[in-house]
């Protein structure tokens, strides 16, 4: 069981940056994939970004095409974090952000049980 939390939401102005924080529970964190969806107003959710520990010290990381470049996601095991750092965000940009956790890595949110209660960004002048 893994329960997570956001939080870093927020307005922010176009090309400025914003970093999202998600918290999570568990003592098995490290073996979860974690991934940042986000939905707008009157849209479906869709995959942001994921990343999942392949051994030792390395990860994978994957971002959707629509903000690779702009975004990074990270994750600190030792805090039970994960980080999404959104630099030069876009009006289009604008959603609610969402943190979860699944056992695989994958960028279908289906596949993912465990879901934060999600955070705003505005990206606007």
């Known amino acids: 069981q893994v329960h997570v939390v956001e939080s870093g939401g927020g307005l922010v102005q176009p090309g400025g940056s914003l970093r999202l924080s998600c918290a999570a529970s568990?003592?098995?964190?490290?073996?979860?994939?974690m991934g940042w969806f986000r939905q707008a107003p009157g849209k479906e959710r869709e995959f942001v970004a994921a990343?999942?520990?392949?051994?030792?010290?390395?990860?994978?990381?994957g971002y959707a095409d629509s903000v690779k470049g702009r975004f990074t996601i990270s994750r600190d095991n030792a805090k039970n974090t994960v980080y999404l750092l959104m630099n030069s965000p876009k009006p289009e940009d604008t959603a609610v952000y969402y943190c979860?956790?699944?056992?695989?890595?994958?960028?279908?949110?289906?596949?993912?049980?465990?879901w934060g209660q999600g955070t705003q960004v505005t990206v606007s002048s």
């Open positions: 979860a956790a699944s056992g695989t890595y994958s960028s279908d949110s289906h596949s993912y049980d465990y």
């Open positions: 568990g003592r098995t964190f490290s073996n979860y994939a």
């Open positions: 990343t999942v520990r392949t051994g030792g010290w390395s990860s994978y990381t």
